[in-house]
Structures are given as C-alpha cells and as structure tokens.
C-alpha cells in the first residue's frame, strides 16, 4: 500500500527522524491559516506547496488546467492561495502517471527548509528497501540526492554506495557512521545522520514498510538532517498489525478495478492483453497465462478466484474482467481439488445467467474432482460457454475463438 508524502512524514517524526514540518489541507482557506500556523511555529517566511498524489517527478509535471508544476514555492503569505490554486483541483502529469495524468485532491503547505542560506545547504538520497537477491534489507544512498535516483545509477553508479544489514543484529551504529562518512558529512551533520539512519531503519522495520525512499534527504544551512519528501510503501500482508495505518489508505489514488477485486476477496493484476483469466491458485494461473501466449494471445489480467469459487465469486470475478474494455475472450482453468468441479461448473452458468449477455467467448477447462459431471454442466447450459479437458485443448479453442 502506497502512502502519500505527508503520511509518510507522520510515520517518520513518530520513529523520531526528523522532517520538513507541513500542514496538509483540502482548499485554499485552510492552506493561508496552515501557512500562518508554520510561521508562528517555525519562523519560516515562505512556503512550499506540493500536490499530493501517487507518483513521483511532481516538481517537473504539470497540472494540465493551470500549466503550473506539483511543486512550487510561495514567497510569503500573499502568494499562498494563488500557487494553491494552481494546483489543488487540476490534474497532474508526470514521468509516472499516464497522460491524462492524477487529480490532486490535496496539498501540502511545507516551511522553507533551505532558508535562510540555499548555497549552504546539500541534498542526499537515502532508501531502505529488501535486496531480494539476497533476502536482506539494505540501505541505499547516495551524495547526488534530488535527482532521478535511476539516471544516478545509470551514469555514475559509483555514487550510489549501498549497506546490507545482517537480520540477525540490525542496523548497527558503526554502519549509521559509515553513511554519514560516506556522504561527506563532519560535525554536528554527521551526528545528525547517524541519528537518522537509525532512526529511519526502525521506522521501517516498525511499520512492516517494503520501502521507504527519501529524497532529498536535507543538510540544511544550520548542519540539520532533516526528510524534504518521503515516498513509503507498506507491505499489504501486514496490514492487519496496522489498523492505523490502513485507514491511510487513499481508494481515490488506485485503478478502481484493483479496488473492487480487492474488496471481493480477489488476487487481480491487470495486463494488457486481450485474453481474460480467471483461475483458482497462483501457480496455475502463471501457466494458464504461458497457456494464452503459445496460444497466439496475451493475457489481459492475473486474476486468482482462490479455493471457493463459487457462484458469487466467479460472477464478481467475470464482472471485473469484462470491465476491460480490450478483453475478446474469456478462459477459465479451475482445477478441482477443494472444490468439485461441478460446483464450479453451476456457479459459472448460474453467474453467465446473472450477468445477462456475456459479449465474449468463454473456454471453460474444469480438471479434478467431478470433472465428467461439469463438463456436461457446461455443454448442456445452452450459453456461449465452451468446455476444454487438456491445456492444449483449452490453448487451440481460444486461438479459435479470440482474435
């Protein structure tokens, strides 16, 4: 589960790193009276405005309605509502959205944390994350922060230093040392990193967090360490140890789609191609998926209907493929071992006759307990369902029928 930058930020003061104090707010009203508040609080005398969406590169996009970037300075109170504006309402585009771009529902007003001296300041990049390679966290960073992290490591990868820490002992103080050595830092700026990166790897380990990528981490020109931006996912299968932080979770920010299969107990990932799957188990339907390529298609979703895919599953199931608009057929590879395949066989004709006129062909291969009994289930059902025993079956029908 993503988070925006002003969750993030609560997420990290709560662990003790320090941040870019920010008020967040929904209209221009409230953004004056937050810009008020941090000035009394903070002494800061201008303000950054930043759009608050699911994606990254805002302060190069552009909000289509008004041209202006995701993120922008207001140089005083006068200039608050105005930048606000500019932003709060307007679709925003960047390297990471589509076209049409996210709607910004909210913004962040943030102090001035490169005040009162810009030249004296230095920007860092800073992630933790898993090195699935070698089942360990490790701790990313590097002296070229504020840029594309990605461009970085592509042409000047020896700027990117990484530090893997052992499960077993944790991030240890020597490594906190060897960060803040690394980055060039002295004095009071290279104790303050140090308290950082402990501070920011126990966040990390605390909230059951799959990333926590910082940039730019800030030297301010008083020698402070300080979070600028934050950009937190959180691991989904750990959530139920959160409550507090799934009701973080912003539905408006997710594929409406990926929300609905979610509520309906469905594992779905939405592809690209034009062949709908529906299958009970992961393994499967990473086969059913190599079934449709050899077969000349390409699969249009990853979706796991689990081990009861009964009526109600399976019609909720259909309803959210047939939702992709480049979907011409439908293959559904259920393999009966918890559940017969006549049931499932019922629960597909009783959910067709739910859904009304299904506009695309439907393979049915239904394998396992009852397997006789479903397919004359489905051959009998008078719908524009065709049955399939074997996986090479099941691939000739829908190069057959799909095109």
């Known amino acids: 589960m993503n988070l925006h930058e002003f969750q993030g ?22 953004a004056i009276e937050a810009a008020k508040k941090l000035n009394a609080e903070t002494g800061t005398e201008w303000f950054v405005v930043k759009a608050q969406i699911h994606a990254g590169g805002r302060g190069k996009g552009s909000v289509i309605e ?3 970037h995701g993120v922008v300075i207001a140089k005083g109170l006068n200039e608050v509502e105005e930048k606000v504006n500019g932003i709060l309402g307007g679709h925003l585009v960047t390297a990471q959205t589509t076209d049409k771009g996210k709607k910004v529902n909210k913004v962040l007003i943030a102090e001035d944390a490169y005040a009162p001296d810009f030249d004296k300041t230095s920007e860092y990049y ?10 360990r966290n490790i701790i990313m960073y590097s ?17 990117i230093h990484k530090e893997e820490i052992d499960p077993k002992v944790g991030v240890t103080s020597f490594q906190c040392r060897k960060v803040a050595f690394n ?32 940039n730019p981490v800030l030297k301010t020109c008083d020698d402070r360490i300080i979070a600028v931006d934050s950009k937190v996912s959180l691991d989904s299968n750990a959530l139920y140890r959160h409550p507090d932080y799934l009701e973080m979770r912003d539905l408006s920010e997710e594929d409406p789609m990926d929300v609905e299969a979610d509520a309906a107990g469905l594992n779905y990932v939405n592809l690209d191609g034009n062949v709908g799957c529906m299958v009970n188990g992961a393994g499967l339907a990473m086969a059913t998926m190599d079934i449709i390529k050899q077969s000349g298609g390409e699969p249009a979703n990853f979706l796991d209907v689990g081990g009861t895919a009964d009526a109600d599953r399976v019609e909720k199931a259909f309803n959210i493929i047939l939702k992709d608009k ?30 009304g006129e299904i506009p695309v062909p439907i393979i049915v291969r239904l394998q396992g307990t009852n397997a006789i009994e479903a397919k004359e289930i489905v051959d009998n059902s ?4 065709h049955s399939a025993i074997t996986l090479k079956e099941a691939a000739d029908k829908v190069k057959s029928l799909v095109h």
């Open 9 to 30: 930020k609560s997420i990290l003061k709560k662990y003790g790193v320090a941040i870019q104090e920010g008020i967040v707010v929904e209209n221009a009203n409230d």
């Open 66 to 68: 008004t041209g202006s």
């Open 126 to 135: 800073m992630s933790v994350l898993l090195n699935r390679e070698t089942g």
């Open 143 to 159: 002296t070229e922060g504020g840029m594309n992290i990605e461009e970085v490591a592509e042409k000047t990868p020896h700027l």
């Open 183 to 214: 980055l060039g830092l002295s004095g009071k700026a290279f104790k303050d990193m140090v308290k950082f990166v402990k501070a920011l790897y126990a966040a990390y380990e605390g909230c059951d967090a799959s990333m926590f990528e910082i």
């Open 326 to 355: 480049n979907v011409q057929g439908i293959l559904v590879n259920i393999f009966g071992g918890i559940v017969r395949c006549d049931r499932v066989a019922k629960g597909i004709v009783q959910a067709y006759k739910s859904i």
């Open 382 to 385: 008078g719908l524009n369902v």
